[in-house]
């Protein structure tokens, strides 16, 4: 299964970005062949809507599930819409998120952030 986290850097030692749609890379991590892909997030300088722009990406590699902190509502129902679910980040690096994916141990999310006004 392909999944995705947003991330500060393109690295698998970066830190996880506090928010979806305003990160600068999407890791996607495939958890059947360990495979791993950088994305360059380029809408986080556009001025709304980079967190929708973000989950139709993803949803167009084939993400089926995002980890993240936080996530809005508009790109949470572009996510919903494309049928990718989206869970609750833990403390701690990308690699133990996938971890604790794997083993089932993340929530999914239930609360999403309203979209901020400009």
Request: with cysteine.
């Amino acid at each position: 299964m392909k999944i995705a986290l947003p991330i500060c850097e393109n690295s698998m030692d970066a830190e996880i970005h506090d928010s979806f749609g305003r990160a600068s890379y999407y890791l996607i991590y495939n958890t059947i062949t360990k495979d791993s892909e950088y994305l360059d997030h380029r809408a986080v300088a556009d001025q709304g809507g980079s967190g929708i722009r973000a989950a139709q990406v993803l949803a167009d590699h084939g993400v089926r599930a995002i980890i993240t902190p936080k996530c809005g509502e508009n790109a949470e129902k572009t996510l919903r819409y494309c049928e990718v679910l989206v869970y609750q980040s833990i403390a701690g690096s990308i690699l133990q998120n996938i971890e604790a994916f794997v083993k089932d141990r993340l929530n999914l999310m239930n609360e999403f952030r309203p979209r901020r006004k400009e």
